[in-house]
């Protein structure tokens, strides 16, 4: 299993932090202190006085907590981690109760609340065994975010430095590996939003503002699969401006790079009278990275 926990209805259940499960076991001594040594985890089975009890301390409310997230109750689940830090805020148990509290509020889709929490952990809590899962977690937040190609990229940028930033800091994890994937997802996006504005500048005639959209993508942004649209782009408007020779030009890098792309197909086409265009057939980047997983 991957390292990215997603609520089941939209998008897949992915692992706990560590202290979620290090610390479920450690509930038990506990709970014997208080008569509670045959309760067998499931609040229905306690009799009012003992649910009363576990339900005021740290260790029941944290387990509450718990429970409240395995039956997919995010916000009971909120509440009850406050709760432990509100009413025991020097206990352990409160500092995994803002981690696990943070997770609660971004499987609602809350993200601005799960940030401000995880930037809280962050800071107050640089030595926690999960320190690593919650710049992971504080990245999903901003991933979550990232808007289509056809609108503002803005918050991709800020989604790709906290992957990079988990990538930095922690490079041997599995968190790391999933910042990475995604990185490549957002760069795409990036690259993606800029195809979008040069196709928009090209059908209307605008050749300079087209050059510079492609020439962006062609020059940074080589790793995802726009590049070979941007080449055959930038050989279409060469030879409307009647620019042949930068046309053939552009069209050899993309048939050197990418000899066998349905692109430079079209780009050949384009230049070799006869030559037939590429047919549509060309699976998106998404689509192949999704093959790819799953």
């Not at 509930?27 to 509670?36: A, Q, S, V």
């Not at 109750?73 to 409160?94: G, H, M, N």
């Not at 930033?165 to 922690?170: E, L, M, Q, T």
């Not at 599995?174 to 979008?196: F, N, Q, S, T, V």
Request: aromatic share 10%.
């Amino acid at each position: 299993m991957s390292a990215d926990p997603r609520p089941a209805n939209r998008r897949p259940r992915r692992l706990l932090p560590l202290a979620a499960l290090v610390l479920a076991p450690l509930m038990l001594p506990g709970c014997e202190t208080l008569g509670l040594s045959s309760w067998n985890g499931k609040a229905d089975s306690l009799g009012a006085k003992e649910l009363a009890a576990r339900e005021h301390t740290p260790e029941g409310l944290y387990a509450g907590g718990m429970d409240a997230l395995k039956a997919e109750k995010p916000a009971q689940a909120v509440e009850l981690f406050e709760t432990v830090e509100r009413e025991y805020p020097y206990s352990s148990w409160a500092t995994n109760a803002r981690l696990m509290g943070a997770y609660a509020e971004y499987s609602r889709n809350r993200y601005t609340e799960a940030l401000t929490a995880l930037d809280t952990f962050i800071q107050l809590h640089p030595a926690h065994r999960d320190i690593a899962y919650a710049y992971y977690l504080r990245s999903l937040c901003y991933y979550e975010q990232i808007n289509d190609a056809q609108r503002d990229q803005s918050g991709t940028s800020t989604a790709m430095a906290a992957l990079q930033d988990v990538v930095n800091r922690f490079p041997d994890t599995p968190y790391a590996r999933d910042a990475r994937l995604k990185i490549d997802l957002a760069r795409d996006h990036l690259a993606g939003r800029e195809m979008e504005i040069g196709r928009f500048y090209q059908k209307r005639g605008l050749y300079a503002a087209a050059i510079g959209r492609f020439r962006v993508v062609v020059d940074n942004y080589q790793t995802t699969n726009h590049v070979p649209e941007a080449l055959h782009r930038l050989t279409e408007i060469y030879l409307a401006m009647g620019l042949r020779d930068e046309a053939r030009q552009t069209a050899s890098v993309l048939g050197h790079n990418y000899p066998g792309n349905p692109w430079y197909q079209d780009s050949y086409a384009l230049l070799v009278e006869g030559a037939p265009p590429a047919p549509d057939e060309r699976p998106g980047f998404f689509r192949r990275v999704t093959n790819a997983i799953f």
